[in-house]
């Protein structure tokens, strides 16, 4: 960020110089990937993908939540059951997965 200041000494505008990312990336630095369907590119600045379609395995805002789909199979004498549970991964542990 830079200040341009009048002939008195105050701080007339604050001016951010911003710089548009590498396709596939956004975010400070261009530190984070985009997770986008067919794998387009996201918006250089938000993360948004083109319509909102994320890739399988993501989604959000910007695509940036994991999830598998766990399936847990139950079997008894004479009896089955499958169930099928969404497991979700969070911003501060992006790789973690835990269906129960």
Not at 27 to 51: L, Y
Request: charged share 10%.
């Amino acid at each position: 960020m830079m200040s341009v200041i009048d002939r008195l000494g105050r701080t007339v505008v604050d001016v951010m110089f911003v710089v548009a990312c590498d396709e596939g990336t956004f975010g400070i630095e261009c530190a984070v990937s985009c997770h986008c369907k067919n794998n387009m590119p996201c918006d250089r600045f938000t993360g948004v993908c083109p319509g909102s379609l994320c890739a399988p395995g993501w989604l959000g805002r910007s695509c940036q939540t994991g999830y598998i789909t766990c399936i847990i199979y139950y079997s008894w004498p004479g009896s089955h059951y499958y169930q099928f549970v969404e497991a979700y991964s969070s911003p501060s542990m992006p790789n973690f997965f835990s269906c129960l």
